[in-house]
């Protein structure tokens, strides 16, 4: 009676399933889940940590426009916070993101108290990369 629900994974929408899950697979550093992955099913497709607990699902569909926040239009609906270490790692990431076919959003990296870059994924939907406060200027690349 007392126990809470588990969450299991989140669920994206998109319209090229396969595509969006290798993009969060080669990103995040995840596994296609066993049985789950997109030549089992390219409609659904899950995506586990390196323990094999699902992470991240990626969910085929027809037509799903793309997120244009912070525009106004399409709001952005759901979106994913990744903690990094500081701000290295946090351009090292945006690069990688980049690499596999992000774009950003909002770089607000040298907000010394909130420092963060927010991109979209391939299929458009935003994520977040934050960095802990900065102390000072130390540390800051100008």
Same mark, same amino acid.
């Given at each position: 009676?007392? &126990?809470?629900?588990?969450?299991? *994974?989140?669920?994206?929408? *998109?319209?090229?399933?396969? $595509?969006? *899950?290798?993009?969060?697979?080669?990103?995040?550093?995840? *596994?296609?889940?066993?049985?789950?992955?997109?030549?089992?099913?390219?409609?659904?497709? /899950?995506?586990?940590?390196?323990?094999?607990? =699902?992470?991240? @699902?990626?969910?085929?569909?027809?037509?799903?426009?793309? =997120?244009?926040?912070?525009? $106004?239009?399409?709001? @952005?609906?759901?979106?994913?916070?990744? !903690?990094?270490?500081?701000?290295? %790692?946090?351009?090292?990431?945006?690069? +990688?993101?980049?690499?596999?076919?992000? +774009?950003?959003?909002?770089? +607000?990296?040298?907000? %010394?108290?909130?420092?963060? /870059? /927010?991109? @979209?994924?391939?299929?458009?939907? =935003? !994520?977040?990369?934050?960095? =802990?406060? /900065? $102390?000072?200027? &130390?540390? +800051? %690349?100008?």
């Amino acid at each position: 009676m007392g &126990e809470f629900p588990r969450l299991i *994974a989140t669920v994206l929408d *998109a319209e090229d399933a396969p $595509a969006l *899950a290798a993009f969060w697979r080669d990103y995040l550093g995840l *596994a296609y889940r066993p049985g789950q992955g997109p030549a089992d099913d390219p409609g659904f497709i /899950v995506l586990d940590d390196d323990t094999g607990s =699902p992470k991240l @699902a990626v969910q085929q569909v027809a037509s799903l426009p793309a =997120p244009t926040w912070p525009a $106004a239009g399409t709001p @952005a609906q759901m979106h994913l916070d990744l !903690f990094v270490p500081g701000l290295e %790692a946090q351009q090292h990431q945006v690069d +990688r993101a980049i690499g596999l076919g992000a +774009r950003v959003l909002d770089d +607000r990296s040298t907000d %010394a108290a909130d420092p963060l /870059v /927010v991109l @979209a994924d391939p299929a458009g939907h =935003p !994520f977040c990369l934050i960095a =802990p406060p /900065v $102390a000072g200027d &130390e540390g +800051r %690349a100008q």
